[in-house]
């Protein structure tokens, strides 16, 4: 799913996030800096810190525990060649999908593609761990790393 337009320079300058987001997405709540809306099964977060000039989009996708080391260690291996903008992060036992970017430099189109990867990570979590089709392998540098363990 790609949302249209949500973010741009001007709106950020102009304080006007909240009321972006309540145009686009339903269920929507929260206030200046800080929302949450229901999409599909997912809560989605979106915090913005104009003083700080940062946004950050977020899921929560499952609690962890100390038996999902194995779970931890796929997701951080996504991070480097799967999880393309969205990453995986923890916090408090809780493993999310992550985007986070500048606040001041971040087009519609990006916030967009943001959403959309988040959401994508979450449901891919537990089969491919991806974001998007596209896999980077960095061109091969995983495996030299390896050869030069």
Do not use: C
Not at 24 to 29: A, C, E, I, P, S
Not at 55 to 81: H, K, Q, T, W, Y
Not at 85 to 91: F, I, L, R, S
Not at 94 to 101: G, K, N, P, R, V
């Amino acid at each position: 799913m790609i949302l249209p337009g949500i973010v741009g320079a001007a709106a950020v300058a102009g304080g006007v996030v909240g009321a972006l987001l309540d145009d686009r997405l339903t269920d929507l709540d929260g206030e200046p800096g800080r929302w949450q809306a229901r999409i599909d099964d997912w809560t989605l977060y979106v915090f913005a810190d104009e003083h700080h000039d940062r946004m950050r989009i977020m899921v929560p996708v499952a609690e962890i525990g100390p038996r999902d080391v194995e779970l931890l260690m796929v997701a951080l291996s996504a991070n480097f060649d799967r999880a393309l903008d969205a990453k995986y992060a923890m916090k408090d036992g809780i493993l999310w999908a992550t985007f986070l970017h500048r606040l001041s430099w971040i087009t519609d189109e990006e916030v967009d593609d943001a959403i959309e990867q988040v959401l994508t990570l979450a449901q891919n979590t537990g089969t491919t761990f991806t974001s998007t089709e596209l896999v980077f392998d960095g061109g091969g540098l995983a495996d030299r790393a390896d050869e030069m363990d």
